[in-house]
């Protein structure tokens, strides 16, 4: 029976393949859909770990968390360098990771910070920055970058780079008279570290030294020497990576941090703000979610209107079926067969779709987002859907089946006979 | 009364409308085939020998009378117990389109024996393969095996076909060979070596033959020929309209 349904079906290859792909592109869909919720997640939780607190000017903690973390979006205003040292002092806190963000490489953020964030910092599971090549910034013109920067510019240690002012891929201007030196390249991360370029907090005052208000100050500008003999301790910075002694200050330190005088300051736990991040995104997500169960119900009715449709056209085949001995439960099977098969067909040809938009949209996400997504054998998840999609196509398939059974017992043997 | 003198196809007092509100459109008191004949039924269009030949390969249940084929009252057969039977014992030939477009000319020839057993064994114990069988029928009817076997029955002329179909109806030497206006596709100058090749086949497989057909110039070659007119005892509908 399988043979004479594989043979019928080939038979008919072109409405066949269509419906298998119609299912294969729903699969496709919804597998997709599961993996970059799934690997976004994972991702941002990785990011940042080890951090108890973020600390930033007062806005929204999302927002703080965005874009101290991840690089997405802009801040609304800056922490005073004066804040910092009062923060630093405190009994209750370990290290403090100062964050000045706002200037660009070719697309790329560049990041002010201190050897605090190469010591402090953590992802994943609690893993520590390590250096692929080279070692941090010493000078003020020194630049570590990360393992993606590299790659994509193709930079190598001692290469000259230049710095623009802004975040946009095309800067307006650039600091051309202040060139960088690469000092050091991370090993990759899987996080927006992997596409970040970063400097002294001082090295970020440098570039800064010709612009008043925004404009670069006409004339030759400040040559490099005199730029080191300056006072290049930074004035504010965009936020603080901050680790406590002991976990248990947490909320006594955010409050405080909360209730700061000096300047409105906005403290924040990772943990927190990333689950009021899901609960805003899970809406989305159950759209999203919703969106890709449609497509695979169509996917489904489609190949249930293909059999259907074919049953009329293939009144002769079934007669012919009959008349050599195929009794109405044979050609139920049949149809069962064939629903099966080009069920079974589309999922797995909805599979290899799958990693094809895994294998190309991945190297989008990590490039535009620095979210890593890489290609994993299906998980539960993932089995869970693929058996769901293909038992519904099961039932799906019983429905022509039923029909091309009443059918055959009301057409007989054949058109004639 | 030993088995080869009972008939093949016996029907008794049998009647059989559409619809029990409807009038009947058979009413047959007596029709029955021996074994081994070879019997042309003759009919117009619309005189119900479609209806009759549905009765005989038990798609049909009379309402009245019964049907016995071999010996085996219809009536008495659950629906898909009918199926088996019917393939057991009765090759059908049809007037086209007897034949699977996607499967091979061997696989068309073998489908029969896919679903039933009995004449599966039958070819078998006779210490053929079913693969020597069908190049044995093949070559019966005029057709080289080696030519056509693998090759898919859409190349085939109508004629190829025919003979095709004839070789499966026959695989497997079921009793009762049914063939519905077989011919009628055909043109004329083929439609005697059809029949030649058919009757002889027939012959050797000792199988009973009802053949089917309007056109009375291929009465002359058979055993035995039936009017449905003579035996039908409703009025032929056709006839009455005119």
Redesign the interface.
Not at chain 2, 97 to 103: A, E, H, I
């Given at each position: 029976m399988i043979g004479i349904a594989w043979k019928s079906l080939c038979n008919r290859w072109p409405t066949a393949l269509l419906a298998m792909l119609a299912i294969a592109m729903s699969v496709a869909l919804i597998l997709s859909v599961e993996k970059v919720r799934r690997d976004a997640r994972n991702s941002f939780t990785q990011t940042v770990s080890g951090t108890d607190l973020i600390v930033g000017a007062r806005s929204g903690a999302v927002q703080l968390l965005l874009y101290s973390v991840f690089r997405i979006g802009n801040a609304t205003n800056n922490i005073s360098w004066e804040s910092v040292e009062e923060i630093s002092a405190r009994n209750a806190i370990d290290w403090v990771i100062p964050i000045s963000l706002g200037d660009s490489h070719a697309g790329f953020r560049v990041l002010g910070t201190n050897h605090d964030y190469f010591e402090h910092y953590r992802f994943g599971e609690k893993r520590t920055l390590t250096f692929a090549e080279g070692e941090r910034f010493d000078d003020v013109f020194d630049a570590v970058i990360g393992s993606e920067v590299a790659k994509q510019l193709g930079y190598t240690i001692g290469q000259d780079i230049v710095v623009a002012h802004g975040t946009g891929n095309v800067a307006l201007v650039e600091h051309e008279k202040q060139p960088f030196k690469v000092s050091g390249i991370l090993a990759p991360t899987g996080t927006p570290v992997d596409r970040a370029i970063h400097v002294s907090l001082q090295g970020i005052e440098a570039m800064h030294v010709d612009w008043r208000n925004g404009a670069n100050v006409k004339g030759e500008g400040t040559s490099a020497e005199a730029i080191r003999a300056m006072d290049l301790n930074p004035k504010a910075v965009t936020a603080l990576l901050v680790g406590l002694k002991s976990r248990g200050t947490v909320f006594r330190e955010q409050r405080t941090i909360n209730n700061y005088r000096a300047e409105p300051l906005l403290a924040i736990l990772p943990g927190v703000a990333l689950q009021e991040l899901w609960s805003l995104v899970s809406v989305a997500e159950m759209a999203l979610l919703i969106v890709s169960i449609m497509v695979v119900v169509a996917g489904l009715v489609n190949l249930m209107s293909v059999l259907l449709a074919g049953l009329n056209e293939r009144r002769r085949e079934m007669a012919v079926l009959r008349s050599v001995g195929a009794r109405p439960a044979h050609v139920f099977l049949l149809l069962c067969i064939e629903s099966t098969l080009l069920t079974l067909g589309g999922i797995v040809a909805g599979l290899v779709l799958h990693y094809i938009i895994t294998a190309i949209g991945s190297v989008f996400l990590m490039e535009r987002f620095g979210l890593s997504v890489p290609l994993t054998l299906p998980q539960s998840t993932e089995l869970k859907i693929l058996l769901s999609v293909a038992i519904a196509g099961l039932v799906a398939g019983t429905i022509p089946a039923l029909q091309a059974y009443r059918k055959s017992l009301s057409d007989g043997l054949s058109q004639k006979l | 009364m030993n088995a080869n003198a009972q008939p093949i196809v016996q029907l008794r007092d049998i009647q059989f409308a559409w619809h029990r509100n409807l009038s009947p459109v058979l009413s047959i008191e007596q029709f029955e085939l021996s074994r081994g004949e070879h019997v042309f039924l003759q009919g117009s269009s619309g005189s119900g020998k479609?209806t009759l030949?549905?009765l005989i390969?038990a798609?049909?249940l009379p309402q009245k009378g019964s049907v016995a084929i071999d010996g085996q009252p219809l009536a008495e057969l659950r629906r898909?117990k009918r199926?088996?039977f019917?393939?057991?014992h009765m090759g059908?030939v049809?007037?086209q389109?007897?034949?699977?477009?996607?499967?091979s000319v061997v696989e068309n020839v073998q489908?029969?024996c896919?679903?039933?057993p009995s004449r599966k064994r039958r070819v078998t114990q006779e210490g053929l393969t079913l693969d020597q069988e069908t190049d044995r029928l093949l070559s019966a009817m005029k057709l080289d095996p080696k030519e056509i076997k693998h090759k898919p029955t859409s190349e085939l002329s109508v004629g190829q076909q025919q003979r095709v179909a004839v070789a499966?109806a026959l695989i497997g030497r079921p009793p009762l060979i049914?063939a519905?206006?077989p011919t009628s596709s055909l043109d004329s100058d083929s439609r005697q070596a059809f029949l030649d090749l058919l009757f002889s086949e027939i012959e050797s497989a000792g199988s009973t033959l009802l053949f089917v057909s309007h056109d009375a110039a291929l009465a002359s070659s058979f055993d035995r020929r039936i009017d449905l007119k003579d035996i039908n005892r409703v009025a032929d509908l056709s006839g009455d309209l005119s």
């Open positions: - | 479609t030949l549905n390969a798609v049909l898909s199926d088996q019917r393939v057991d059908l049809f007037q389109f007897n034949l699977l477009p996607f499967l489908l029969s896919r679903f039933s499966r049914i519905d206006e």
